[in-house]
């Protein structure tokens, strides 16, 4: 069973950077993309950028340049540093993982929340 746990969330003031972390544990599949989302109450979730296995990223327009996602494949770690915070960029971050055989299947972190004030 695949479980993500993500941490690192929090409260900053908008300039402001923080870095989220979601380690995986339990057997995962070899190829695969790690990836963060975020959600605001009465929006549809959003991916916010992903990395394959091979370390190509992806970036939601909105983050290009401010947000940088890595991970450490030894660790099953994916990062999100967040840089220049801005009031937009707060709601729940969760951590995603795609297995991308057998038509695609996905697991869930339990989210955590980001709030950047003004």
């Known amino acids: 069973q695949v479980q993500l746990v993500e941490s690192g969330g929090g409260l900053v003031q908008a300039g402001g950077s923080l870095r989220l972390s979601c380690a995986a544990s339990?057997?995962?599949?070899?190829?695969?993309?790690l990836g963060w989302y975020r959600q605001t109450p009465g929006k549809q979730r959003e991916l916010v950028a992903a990395i394959t296995n091979g370390g190509n990223t992806n970036y939601a327009d909105s983050v290009k340049g401010r947000f940088t996602i890595s991970r450490d494949n030894a660790k099953k770690t994916v990062y999100l540093q967040m840089n220049s915070l801005e009031p937009e960029d707060t709601a729940v971050y969760y951590c995603n993982l795609h297995i991308p055989i057998r038509g695609g299947y996905d697991y869930w972190g339990q989210g955590t929340q980001v709030t950047v004030s003004s």
């Open positions: 339990g057997s995962i599949f070899s190829i695969n993309r």
